[in-house]
Every structure is written in C-alpha cells, then in structure tokens.
C-alpha cells in the first residue's frame, strides 16, 4: 500500500504545566482552540501532513505532561524525538527559569543533534506579560537555539513554529544524505511515488513507544 507522506519527523513539546503546550499543538493539527485547561495526563500526540520543498513531510508531535510526577515518564520520549519544543508562558515568570532546566534534560535524553526551539506563549496577553521578549531571545542566543514568541488563542507564529522547526530537521537530514550517500545514510524513510522506499527505514528511531 502507497504511503501518503515521504518523511516521517517526530517532535516533542515540553515545559511547565499550564504553559500552553496542548493547546498549541490543537492551534497546529486541528486549528481550534478550547479555553478550558485539563492537564495532560503523561503524554498525548497528534499528526499532521506538512509540504516542505514539494514533500509531504508526516508530523508525529508528542505532548509531555508538565508535571513532575510524569517526569519518568515523559523522559523516554526524547530518545526518539528529532525536534523539540521548549515551551514557556510569557506570564509566568518561573516557566521560563524553568527553561534551563528542561535544556538540561534534552542533554540527558535526548539525541544529540537534535533540533531544539523556544516558545514563548501567550504573547497576547500583553498586560501580563512578566518575561520581555529580550530576554526570550536572550536565552536562545546563550543555547544556540531558535526562538519566538506565540499565541495558540490568537494563532500568533503557531504554523510558523512548527514548520521553521520541520525545515530545520529536513536541511539537516538532507545535508547528512548528501554527505554519506544514499548507501551509507542514517536512514530516513522516504518513500517513491509507488510507495517504496528510497533510503534504509527510520524507524529505529522513531518508534512509537
């Protein structure tokens, strides 16, 4: 049977609970927004189908439960994640000193190349604002990574997040093909117009948990 995307890309949302990683990933897979929290209980995923460069890229996006309790378990997710989303709320000052230390953990568990961004959510609500955007991007000058500030209630950078980050994977994974050759590559799965595949699975790294 023809696959329906030719790369898969797993990525991961963490941070404190109550910083908006849920919604944010409800803005991006289905567009809508629910007012309502309910903390995520462990770990919860989405999918959608992204076009990158003319390919179908097939998105596997995990969402981590903020709490202590579900760090164990949470944990075991990054090993396969080849993004990351580090989320902070731009009204909650210690979301964001809680940042370093969820940098801390990706070097623990995740991949080392892995590609990592910052978000910082709920920059609609200006009146609240505790965290400067200065100092957002500050962070992710010191870390080397990318950053931006989002809203998911007022779909501000949500799309634009997602797809800088798939972008990022997919010029990495291409500048590793073309340097060890198709024969030699880490295997990413990509598939042919008849569904084949081109390139050795990547499964090995993306396996669903």
Known sequence: MAKTYDYLF?????????????????RFSEDA?????????????????IELDEKK????????????R????????????????????????KSFDNIRTWIRNIEEHASKDVEK???????????????????????????GIKFMETSAKASI??????????????????RKIDSTGPSKSAGYQLSGKDG???KKSFWKSCTLL
Do not use: P
């Open 117 to 143: 961004m910052m978000l910082g959510n709920k920059c609609d609500l200006q009146d609240r604002r505790q965290v400067s955007k200065d100092r957002g991007e500050q962070l992710a000058i010191e870390h």
């Open 70 to 93: 579900f760090r164990t378990i949470t944990t075991a997710y990054y090993r396969g994640a080849m993004g990351i989303m580090l989320v902070y709320d731009i009204t909650n000052e």
């Open 33 to 49: 927004f629910n007012s309502t929290f309910i903390s995520t209980i462990g770990i919860d995923f989405k999918i959608r189908t």
């Open 157 to 174: 950078n949500v799309e634009e997040a997602f797809f800088t980050l798939a972008r990022d994977i997919k010029a990495k994974m291409d």
């Open 57 to 68: 890229i097939k998105l596997q996006i995990w969402d981590t439960a903020g709490q202590e």
């Open 10 to 26: 797993k990525l991961l949302l963490i941070g404190d609970s109550a910083v908006g990683k849920t919604c944010i990933l409800f």
């Open 196 to 198: 084949s595949s081109s």
